[in-house]
């Protein structure tokens, strides 16, 4: 049975009709003086506000149920066991496994955990070993004053993870390097980059589980000509070489020597890039804040993986958000979902939240090969505030669609503590007061409704584990909305028939033989293969 036939699928239905299309959240408050304490909590690292949601108490009693029949607890059990859930690659999803300590750490013991297979054990040996020898090489860079610049190639999950991170944690980054992300196949992207940096004080870092991304090996090549182009050598022995200055994350190692990277740092079929800057992945992380500080945010991943494994629902801040999300999408009828970080250091987390929820439950079919006639991830978009209030708030305010908005505030600013500061969470909380109260009374085109639902996510700061510890949060989140759905989170078939396709037209462009090729895409790449003449 899918979700949608399930009783607990029609008992939440008619308690969202008994709201009569959507609770008014200022009466709830008058009427449940405890609304707040019901419906908030704070989990390692992150306090999370609910209370503005168009929910009550009750609704995540009915969505706890729900999340039992969908079979939730146990799918996140056999995650823990190391059992292949990711059923259409035939792999299983241990992302997790990357932050958990030795001895186990806050789940050694989980019921689970104690009866892991010698497999797992080893798995999780196999785990630290990479992460020393990667956090080992980490500090011999950081360590290296002749390396003033790192190049990170990489794109999809292998580039948004490290970047969102190494821009959050920016005042723990070694500010005698600089770091460069380069993942578009459009050449101005790398080629701004390579004006900026010079051979012998360069290291490229080319992220790719295959060695084969075409993206990125592109853009590896390309990077690997300037190199030889501006004063680099091919032979080893050489002090400015490819092999000093170029080191490959892959699990492909002959594929990497054949470029000439002898150099390299693998993982594991079971991290989905989307779930990796925990891995050799995020070298560029543990360069640019020292393994210290890579270990922290390990640790602050960690406290929310236990929370996740063990906490009640009732308690369990990525399973009431998980819920949450499908009460939005499903009953709710809300289609995107805002997320508004209120800190510079989290400008690029959306993009890299859109990756991470849309990639994920971005799918119409069950694990089982069936199509799911309900709808799954929402359009997630949004960018800093205060920028976004001066932007698209408006919307938000006025607009005729009801979009939730996701705040994103740390308490303490850091070295910016102060009027900055303040006047910026401020001006969080403040949007989510007016979203909730509205305005009336100054004239119809001076009025908005109100009533709009909002979730306030508040840090501590923006250190290493309370990063850890918000990523995983998400994680966790989009696994338990994915599992009610009843859908595999962890493969992207749609991002591989793109690329299949792409092949295919570099193919029929050597050969000219557009066979049963579509008229419009015929045209277009006839139209590419002409030169420009006068701007047309």
């Known amino acids: 049975m899918v979700c949608h036939t399930k009783p607990e699928w029609a008992q939440l239905k008619a308690h969202f009709h008994s709201m009569e299309g959507g609770l008014d959240l200022q009466a709830a408050f008058r009427q449940d003086p405890q609304r707040l304490a019901h419906l908030s909590q704070q989990a390692p690292h992150v306090f999370a506000d609910l209370s503005k949601n168009w929910m009550l108490p009750q609704t995540e009693v009915l969505l706890s149920a729900l999340a039992q029949a969908c079979e939730v607890h146990a799918l996140r ?8 859930i990711n059923n259409t690659e035939s792999r299983a999803v241990m992302h997790w496994l990357l932050r958990t300590p030795r001895d186990g750490g806050l789940l050694r013991t989980h019921p689970v955990v104690q009866q892991w297979t010698p497999q797992m054990q080893q798995a999780l040996q196999s785990v630290h070993d990479t992460l020393d020898a990667m956090l080992t090489l980490a ?19 292998s580039h948004l993870g490290p970047e969102v991170v190494v821009q959050a944690l920016e005042d723990w980054v070694d500010g005698d390097k600089h770091f460069h992300f380069v993942s578009n196949v459009d ?68 594929a990497a020597a054949e470029f000439g990277i002898s150099r390299t740092l693998g ?3 079971w991290v989905g890039g989307r779930f990796s800057l925990w891995s050799a992945i995020g070298l560029p992380i543990a360069i640019a804040i020292g393994a210290e500080q890579f270990r922290q945010m390990l640790q602050g991943a960690h406290a929310m993986d236990a929370h996740f494994f063990s906490a009640p629902d009732a308690q369990n801040l990525p399973m009431r958000l998980g819920l949450l999300d499908v009460w939005n999408r499903n009953f709710c009828g809300f289609g995107s979902r805002c997320i508004a970080p209120y800190s510079h250091g989290l400008r690029r987390l959306t993009a890299y939240l859109q990756q991470l929820e849309m990639e994920s439950n971005g799918k119409g079919v069950t694990r089982d090969g069936h199509k799911l006639p309900v709808a799954t991830a929402p359009i997630v978009w949004g960018e800093p505030g205060t920028n976004g209030q001066h932007a698209f708030f408006q919307m938000l305010h006025q607009g005729p669609d009801v979009i939730p908005v996701e705040f994103i505030a740390l308490r303490d600013g850091g070295k910016y503590l102060g009027a900055h500061h303040q006047s910026l969470v401020i001006n969080a909380i403040a949007q989510a007061q007016a979203l909730m109260e509205g305005r009336s009374g100054d004239g119809a085109e001076r009025d908005c409704p109100g009533n709009r639902p909002s979730t306030f996510l508040l840090l501590q700061a923006l250190d290493p584990a309370s990063l850890g510890a918000l990523i995983a949060l998400y994680e966790h989140r ?25 092949q295919q037209l570099r193919a029929r462009q050597q050969s000219q033989d557009w066979t049963g090729v579509d008229p419009s895409t015929v045209a277009l790449m006839q139209r590419l293969a002409e030169s420009p003449v006068n701007g047309n």
């Open 77 to 84: 059990d056999a995650m823990l066991a190391g059992q292949t």
């Open 139 to 157: 500090e011999q860079v950081r360590a290296n004053p002749q390396i003033t610049d790192v190049v990170n190639i990489g794109i999809g999950g």
């Open 187 to 254: 050449g101005h992207e790398l080629g701004h980059v390579l004006r900026k940096v010079r051979p012998e004080n360069t290291l490229f870092l080319i992220a790719s589980k295959s060695f084969t991304t075409a993206e990125t090996m592109l853009n590896a090549r390309s990077a690997r000509e300037w190199f030889l182009a501006h004063g680099g050598s091919p032979h080893p022995q050489d002090a400015c070489s490819i092999d000093q200055h170029f080191v490959a994350l892959t699990t492909n190692t002959e």
């Open 267 to 269: 993982f594991w079929d």
């Open 478 to 502: 989009i696994f338990v909305s994915g599992a009610v759905w009843g859908i595999n989170s962890f493969d992207q078939w749609g991002v591989e028939l793109g690329k299949k396709l792409a």
